[in-house]
């Protein structure tokens, strides 16, 4: 089956701008979560989104926002972006064994200038 | 607070040798423990969780809750391991979120 993808795969936007980001899981799948990938921070958890609903949530700022839609597809959207936004964001996705078996997408390189 | 440790940045070892990649965990609960691997130019995948206590590619990762550790060992390292290799902690199996270390880059030398 298809895997998780991520659109668009890169993106250059200016500071003040916003963005959104766009994540498809495993068909079949219901739980959408995000991260933000840096050199200097790691992997570090945004938000998950489980039937239309966010279900766990990061310390990031209310600038990060999320939601997803009846057949599963999550946005992402950072507002006001700053020089400090630029990352790679991964999505992954879970099914019936949750995070036992997360799958992750390519990502969406941001860069912020 | 739940947090994964991650000591080594980098950990570079000669094609053969044993390899160890640490990590600890802090955490109140009994969490689940994954380790992660990303090699170059690919997307982040699941090695290894350690509630199947499975040897994936050669690699193992014992779960030691007394110490709070969950550490990838390998007798033999190969020239394909090479990759970043993340930790991560999970509280509940019935969410997506997980909770990852820094990382750890193994180079493996010929």
């Known amino acids: 089956k298809a895997g998780v993808t991520q659109t668009p795969r890169y993106l250059i936007k200016t500071r003040g701008q916003q963005v959104t980001l766009s994540c498809s899981p495993i068909s079949g799948h219901r739980s959408v979560s995000w991260y933000q990938q840096t050199p200097g921070q790691g992997l570090q958890f945004l938000f998950e989104y489980f039937s239309e609903t966010q279900r766990n949530k990061g310390n990031f700022p209310g600038r990060f926002s999320g939601r997803q839609f009846s057949n599963s597809r999550s946005e992402m959207n950072v507002s006001t972006l700053e020089l400090g936004d630029s990352a790679l964001y991964l999505c992954?996705?879970?099914?019936?064994?949750?995070?036992?078996?997360?799958?992750f997408g390519q990502g969406t390189r941001l860069t912020v200038v | 607070a739940q947090r994964v440790t991650q000591p080594e940045k980098l950990l570079s070892v000669f094609k053969g040798a044993p390899v160890e990649l640490k990590c600890n965990y802090s955490?109140?609960?009994?969490?689940?423990l994954f380790w992660y691997v990303q090699y170059s130019r690919q997307r982040l995948q699941l090695l290894l969780r350690?509630?199947s206590r499975e040897s994936i590619k050669g690699f193992t990762a014992d779960l030691n809750k007394g110490e709070t550790s969950f550490h990838l060992k390998k007798p033999f390292a190969q020239e394909e391991d090479s990759a970043m290799y993340y930790c991560a902690l999970s509280g509940s199996s019935n969410t997506g979120k997980l909770i990852f270390g820094q990382g750890t880059t193994l180079q493996v030398k010929p």
């Open positions: 992954a996705s879970t099914g019936t064994y949750g995070v036992r078996e997360a799958f």
């Open positions: 955490y109140s609960g009994s969490p689940e």
């Open positions: 350690h509630i």
